[in-house]
Structures are given as structure tokens and as C-alpha cells.
Nanobody, 125 residues
Framework: VQLQASGGGLVQAGGSLRLSCAAS????????VAWFRQAAEKGREFVAG????????FYLDSVKGRFTISKDNAKNTVYLQMNGLKPEDTAVYFC???????????????????WGQGTLVTVSS
């Protein structure tokens, strides 16, 4: 599966952005899909994940209540709606897919074999 991430940009604190992760080659209903982010001089961090059929979602504690991940299997696309953005959300955001990851390992980036290119999110204070 090939993944294409988009939707990043510059936004003021408190603003919103919606990231998209469009897939080609395979249907996303066969994959768990997650968003990770990497800020400057920091490691890659799990942000949110969604189950194969889209019924289960998982979040980094610091984004709960602000970010929503969703999967549209008909459009073969996963979205990350980000509201109430904070400067500390500034990072390059990556989408990733895995056909083998289990619930207890969603947050482990090593479990994801397929990655899109990053999209930069910058939140100004």
C-alpha cells in the first residue's frame, strides 16, 4: 500500500487543521492506520490510531479531546482532525499502516511497515 499525507500548514494557537492520508494499491480496511509526529530534535511519537474497520481509536493522552482520527474506507483515506492546536503540536506528521499490529502495540512505530511522506504542521503562539 502507498500512502500520501497532506493537509499540514501554519496555524495560530487554538486553530484547526485536518490532515489526510490517502492510500493506493490496497484497501485500508486491511490495515490499522496511525499518525505519528516528530518534532525538531525529538523522536517519533504516536499521536492516534484507528482499527481496520474504523471502529476502534487510540490517542496520545495530550491530544485526547482535541484530535479525532477517522477512516473512510470508501474513499480509502484516513483523516486526523486537529482542533485547539497548541505550539507544542508543531511537528512533521506521518501516517503509517500495518496489517499485523495488535492493539497492545499500536503505539510502536516499529510495527508499521508502510509510511507516507511527512506533512509539516506549525502552530504559532
Amino acid at each position: 500500500v502507498q500512502l500520501q499525507a497532506s493537509g499540514g500548514g501554519l496555524v495560530q494557537a487554538g486553530g484547526s487543521l485536518r490532515l489526510s492520508c490517502a492510500a493506493s494499491g490496497r484497501t485500508l480496511s486491511d490495515y490499522v492506520v496511525a499518525w505519528f509526529r516528530q518534532a525538531a530534535e525529538k523522536g517519533r511519537e504516536f499521536v492516534a490510531g484507528v482499527s481496520r474497520r474504523g471502529g476502534g481509536t487510540f490517542y496520545l493522552d495530550s491530544v485526547k479531546g482535541r484530535f479525532t482520527i477517522s477512516k473512510d474506507n470508501a474513499k480509502n483515506t484516513v483523516y486526523l482532525q486537529m482542533n485547539g492546536l497548541k505550539p507544542e503540536d508543531t511537528a512533521v506528521y506521518f501516517c503509517a499502516a500495518s496489517s499485523t499490529v495488535i492493539t497492545s502495540s499500536y503505539r510502536n512505530s516499529d510495527m508499521y511497515a508502510y509510511w507516507g511522506q511527512g506533512t509539516l504542521v506549525t502552530v504559532s503562539s
